[in-house]
């Protein structure tokens, strides 16, 4: 079948089978290598792109289903200079990357929590727990990761990609909620 998407503020049109996951487009089909596979099963959020302004695990998404859609990924985070975001920057100081293999699926998911906090306060440690327990981190214990969204969160305006940021301004929201499983949902029911 034929699909468009528009990745990263670029349309792109492709022939794909019906049961092609959104990972296996972004990362076989077009080499947008950020989005990570990890799991395979929606509970790792390595995997977790901005899909018209709401983060989505793309393992768990047919690209059918995203067919029309915005998508954001990692490679389309960076502002235009190809300096970290606001929110990068925040984890980066708060040492909330390590070996760096969840950092990609955390921005996406963690990008819509402080877009949806930016004419706010920011959220609470518990809020932010909350949010995410749908990623896995072996490395940082979560704490330094906390410590950087409350920094983004905090800071006077939070630099936001244009896509995610023109995704939740658009007319109507972020549209429909896609069926996938949101990012922030955890499949293991734990908190993190």
Known sequence: ????????GRPEQFAAEPNELLVERLRDGLGLTG??????????????????????????LLTASAAGSRVTTIEGVTTRGGELSGLQEALR?????????????????????????????????????EW????????????????????????????IPEE??????APGGPGPEPASVPASASASGQEV
């Open 164 to 169: 995610i940021s023109a995704a939740a301004s």
């Open 132 to 159: 995410l327990t749908g990623n896995l981190c072996r490395c940082t214990g979560y704490h330094s990761v906390v410590r950087g969204v409350q920094r983004a969160c905090s800071a006077a305006r939070t630099e």
């Open 35 to 60: 989005t990570k596979v990890g799991c395979d099963t929606g509970q790792c959020g390595t995997c977790v792109v901005q899909l018209d302004g709401r983060s989505v695990k793309s393992c768990l």
């Open 93 to 129: 100081q708060e040492h909330g990357t390590q070996c760096g293999f969840c950092t990609p699926g955390m921005v996406m998911a963690l990008g819509e929590l402080v877009e949806n906090t930016a004419d706010r306060e920011a959220p609470t440690e518990p809020e932010i727990r």
């Open 1 to 8: 079948m034929d699909l468009s998407l528009n990745v990263n």
